[in-house]
């Protein structure tokens, strides 16, 4: 079993940066592929980077790419998705998932079996 907790969510300006951290627990998570989603007002959960366990496959989201970047450290059983450039649109609650699958470009998230409860990112003026 993999217990995860999302953190470093928030309010900030458009343009602004944040720094969200996915902390797991349990299971084995130097295997894990490891993926960050988001799910705005009323809207479905949608998919924005994803990294494998090796840290060698990464897949960002039209939306993401260019803007967020993914990363983890698997000494401390931790991803990292760095979002910078931020638009009200990004506005929405992060989640972070874990998945014995290998990494893959615009996952499902019926994809990942294990979720954390999430974290509220806020962007606005």
């Known amino acids: 079993q993999v217990q995860l907790v999302e953190s470093g969510g928030g309010w900030v300006q458009p343009g602004g940066s944040l720094k969200l951290t996915c902390a797991a627990s349990?299971?084995?998570?130097?295997?894990?592929?490891i993926g960050w989603f988001r799910q705005g007002p009323g809207k479905e959960r949608e998919f924005v980077a994803t990294?494998?366990?090796?840290?060698?496959?990464?897949f960002y989201s039209d939306a993401a790419k260019g803007r967020f970047f993914i990363s983890r450290d698997n000494g401390k059983k931790m991803v990292y998705l760095q979002m910078n450039s931020l638009k009200p649109n990004d506005t929405g609650v992060y989640y972070c998932?874990?998945?014995?699958?290998?990494?893959?470009?615009?996952?499902?998230?019926?994809?990942?079996?294990?979720w954390g409860q999430g974290t509220q990112v806020v962007v606005s003026s």
């Open positions: 990294i494998d366990w090796q840290d060698r496959t990464i």
């Open positions: 349990g299971g084995t998570f130097s295997t894990l592929t």
């Open positions: 998932g874990a998945s014995s699958g290998e990494a893959i470009m615009k996952p499902p998230p019926g994809r990942y079996r294990y």
